[in-house]
Nanobody
Framework: QVQLVESGGGLVQPGGSLRLSCAVS????????IGWFRQAPGKEREGVSC????????YYTNSVKDRFTISRNNAKNTVYLQIDSLKPEDTAVYYC?????????????WGQGTQVTVSS
């Protein structure tokens, strides 16, 4: 059974940092591209980053470049999203998912999401 479980969200002040984790089970992580998506209140879900299977090439949407870093640890079956210099507009539910080929626009299996709130 394919499962993805996000964690690491929370309430953080502007300028702060968070590291989100996506723990996967039921499949071999390095056989899949993994993407991070987010959905802010009243907005459509958007892809923010993905990491390709095997060679680990990374992709970012322009609005998060230089602040978000995606990585994977195949031994731990976990993908991470490091978020620095958080802004109020980063407030959203963040999801990880298995995706198609980069730039990872289509997702197949989703996690349940983790809430990130940026507020002073």
């Amino acid at each position: 059974q394919v499962q993805l479980v996000e964690s690491g969200g929370g309430l953080v002040q502007p300028g702060g940092s968070l590291r989100l984790s996506c723990a996967v089970s039921g499949f071999t992580l390095d056989n899949y591209h993994i993407g991070w998506f987010r959905q802010a209140p009243g907005k459509e879900r958007e892809g923010v980053s993905c990491i390709s299977r095997r060679d680990g090439t990374t992709y970012y949407t322009n609005s998060v470049k230089d602040r978000f870093t995606i990585s994977r640890n195949n031994a731990k079956n976990t993908v991470y999203l490091q978020i620095d210099s958080l802004k109020p507009e980063d407030t959203a539910v963040y999801y990880c998912a298995t995706t198609d080929d980069p730039p990872c626009l289509e997702a197949d299996y989703w996690g349940q999401g983790t809430q990130v709130t940026v507020s002073s």
